[in-house]
Nanobody
Framework: QVQLVESGGGLVQAGGSLRLSCAAS????????MGWFRQAPGKEREFVAA????????NYADSVKGRFTISRDNAKNTVYLQMNSLKPEDTAVYHC??????????????????WGQGTQVTVSS
């Protein structure tokens, strides 16, 4: 059974940085793309970033391009989200996600079968 556990969230002032981590277990991590999504109160879950299984392909939401960086360490079964120049509108619960099929990479929540419990990121103005 695939398990995803996020960490690294917290409270930060606008302009600050945070690094989120997502530790995966339960299958061969290196064969699967990974994604990060976020959900603010009263809003739908939205795509943030995705990375292919090799790390060669990256995809970002327009709202985070140039500020956020997704990366992965297949030896540690971990995917990261480095968030810089944070804004109050980045406040949300951040979830990592994994697809059912190897090689599948998506920017929509429906493209992912497994989800972590989320980590809260709060950016104060």
């Amino acid at each position: 059974q695939v398990q995803l556990v996020e960490s690294g969230g917290g409270l930060v002032q606008a302009g600050g940085s945070l690094r989120l981590s997502c530790a995966a277990s339960g299958r061969t991590f290196s064969s699967y793309a990974m994604g990060w999504f976020r959900q603010a109160p009263g809003k739908e879950r939205e795509f943030v970033a995705a990375i292919s299984w090799t790390g060669a392909r990256l995809n970002y939401a327009d709202s985070v391009k140039g500020r956020f960086t997704i990366s992965r360490d297949n030896a540690k079964n971990t995917v990261y989200l480095q968030m810089n120049s944070l804004k109050p509108e980045d406040t949300a619960v951040y979830h990592c996600a994994a697809p059912e099929r190897a090689g599948w990479m998506s920017t929509t929540p429906g493209g992912y079968a497994y989800w972590g419990q989320g980590t809260q990121v709060t950016v104060s103005s």
